[in-house]
């Protein structure tokens, strides 16, 4: 059965003819041409799908296009700002938080989110009093991060990205660990 | 996958009268165990009725059967409710149980209702190519003889030992919450703790609730039982993982530091989370201190007879047991009693 989605990818309007069984992953890639979002484990499990979606953070692997006709994507390519990189962009940049590269635009798509979710005042697991605002301590990156895996073992410089992109002065005994 | 009909359901009425009348159509939620499963093969729907865009994603107070109660529609995403207030302060254990659950994306993607229906992640069940009586009656159960690291130590059946893995079903069991379920003849109410069964004859059914009916919210009582709760999970890495044991507690202490009233359940152990009431019952009254958090646990477990593979779980339980009834019983922080 094919369907016609209207996606709004970086800023760009598609229309977008998809089977019922399209994947947004796929639908973006195949369809569209928005590479960044990597196929990774394609079941929810490494996070190297992610997109920022309606404004949040969001896997497209386990996500039927046609249930999201009308969303608002933004990949890692559309953070930029032409030739200005988004802040975690560049964060990534300053402290290697890459080797392979294959995970980095889920990754990145990831701290964006998330530093946005903290801003809000949300909890993680591992924050202690639910009811006062999370300082983004490493161990709070960390946990918030869990969904993105990096098989090259990245985690230290996306640490440093992640705690330099949220303009926060962390331990350099943490990044290690 | 096989070819599927897609279907956007206007209101929760529509979305039930579809699937009704469909023995081969199953509502479409947040969707991350769903597409998963018609990836694997695992489910074969014809047709799928979109639910994830029906009017269900509100929470607050609302005035249930028995009392005042905090609604939450079906529809509401785990990570919205992680962070309402009202959850955060008054329901910590089910704050604490669906920050415990998955992922940041996946938290933005999973539904309150759709969490509750998420399938067992028995190895074998998951592997299309191995004999499961829950995905495929009568074909056996490959975990009997077979990888048991993962299975149940309660309620398991000659034809099933698989556990359901929610970490919030767990959470709602111990605050007594309800599940309001439509279906084609109207409303019903479902105590969380009766929706999920034990696998018997019949693993392939995991719950109470029959073809085409939809939950479409969650009510949990306002008691101020649940102030004092928590819900501690143990897993093999720090994070983004299911469950191998998981406990949540709420209790209300005596003047004298003595447990008052108090619930308990475990997840990880059976076929539904685990309401302990018989460990509850040896501690109702006493100040829990470790060896009777250890009589309560066995006492609970009774006649249980794990295998070598999942008898590390009976220890687990213990400390974890122990370890969210210390949080709970602990003085509450400062200004925290809002």
Same mark, same amino acid.
Request: net charge negative; proline share 2%.
């Given at each position: 059965m094919d369907t016609t989605v209207r996606l709004t990818v970086d800023g760009t /309007?598609? &229309? =977008?003819l998809v089977d019922t069984r399209t994947t947004l992953l796929d639908a973006l890639r195949e369809r569209v041409g928005a590479t960044a979002p990597k196929k990774g484990c394609d079941h929810g499990q490494c996070g190297s799908c992610t997109v920022l979606l309606d404004g949040r953070r969001h896997l497209t692997c386990l996500a039927l296009a046609v249930a999201h006709d009308g969303a608002e994507v933004v990949t890692a390519d559309g953070l930029a700002d032409g030739d200005d990189l988004h802040p975690v962009q560049q964060a990534f940049l300053d402290h290697e938080g890459y080797q392979c590269g294959y995970c980095t635009p889920g990754q990145v798509c990831s701290v964006v989110g998330m530093l946005r979710e903290a801003e809000d005042? %949300?909890?993680?697991?591992? $924050? /202690? %009093?639910?009811?006062?605002e999370p300082d983004l301590s490493d161990e709070e990156i960390r946990e918030r991060m869990s969904g993105n895996l990096c098989r090259?073992?990245?985690?230290?410089?996306?640490?440093?990205? $992640?705690?330099?992109?949220?303009?926060?002065?962390?331990? /350099?005994?943490?990044?290690t660990a | 996958m096989k070819e599927l009909t897609y279907v956007r359901a206007a209101d929760a009425a529509e979305a039930v009268a579809a699937v009704s009348a469909d023995e081969h159509a199953t509502f479409l939620g947040g969707g991350t165990n769903l597409v998963d499963h018609l990836k694997l093969g695992i489910a074969t729907p014809t047709t799928l009725v979109d639910v994830s865009r029906l009017a269900t994603d509100e929470v607050g107070p609302a005035d249930g059967p028995s009392g005042p109660v905090l609604r939450i529609g079906a529809g509401v995403r785990n990570s919205d409710l992680a962070a309402h207030p009202l959850v955060r302060s008054r329901w910590p254990a089910v704050a604490r149980?669906?920050?415990?659950g998955a992922s940041g994306q996946i938290r933005h993607q999973a539904t309150t209702g759709g969490n509750l229906l998420q399938r067992t992640r028995c190895v074998y069940f998951q592997d299309v190519t191995t004999p499961c009586n829950k995905r495929e009656p009568g074909s056996g159960c490959s975990a009997l003889e077979g990888y048991g690291r993962y299975n149940a130590l309660l309620g398991a059946s000659e034809d099933c030992v698989a556990v359901?893995?929610?970490d919030l079903a767990v959470a709602l069991v111990a =605050? &007594?919450? =309800? =599940?309001v379920v439509l279906g084609p003849d109207g409303e019903r109410r479902v105590p969380v703790a009766d929706l999920h069964r034990l696998p018997g004859s019949h693993p392939e059914r995991d719950t109470v609730l029959a073809h085409g009916e939809l939950v479409t919210a969650v009510e949990l009582p306002m008691t101020d039982l649940t102030r004092r709760s928590t819900y501690v999970k143990t897993r093999d890495r720090a994070s983004y993982a299911f469950a191998l044991v998981s406990v949540a507690v709420a209790v209300e202490l005596a003047e004298d530091g003595t447990l008052a009233d108090l619930r308990?359940?475990?997840g990880g152990v059976a076929h539904k989370p685990w309401r302990a009431e018989a460990a509850e019952a040896l501690l109702r009254g006493r100040v829990p201190d470790e /060896?009777?958090?250890r009589q309560a646990v066995d006492a609970e477990l009774g006649d249980a007879r794990p295998g070598p593979d999942n008898a590390y779980k009976v220890a687990m339980l213990r400390g974890a047991t122990a370890l969210a009834l210390r949080d709970v019983t602990a003085p509450l922080a400062e200004g925290a009693s809002a």
């Open positions: /309007e598609h &229309d =977008v005042g %949300d909890a993680s697991h591992v $924050t /202690e %009093d639910l009811e006062t090259c073992g990245a985690y230290a410089g996306i640490l440093a990205a $992640t705690r330099q992109a949220a303009g926060q002065q962390g331990s /350099e005994q943490g990044a | 149980a669906l920050l415990a359901h893995p929610s =605050v &007594d919450a =309800v =599940v308990i359940a475990w /060896e009777l958090v």
